[in-house]
């Protein structure tokens, strides 16, 4: 088990044991239900412009430092 994990976090960086606070969960999971809005609106019938979309589609799942560095 100790060698799967290891080989995890080597070749595809998963397998962490991520030890968060309860403040740290709350945020995480409202990230993921503010992406999941996202999404769902994405896949649904709302009117999206091309380049929003693209915009969405392209930094939803990036670090914020990422992101304004693409802005600037």
Known sequence: MKKLREVMIKYRNIGYDW???HEQKKLLNQYYNASKILVDCLNSDCYVSREVRQQIEDTL??????IKQRQQ
């Not at 799942?61 to 990422?66: G, K, N, R, S, V």
């Open 19 to 21: 030890q968060f606070s």
């Open 61 to 66: 799942l990036l670090p914020i430092a990422e």
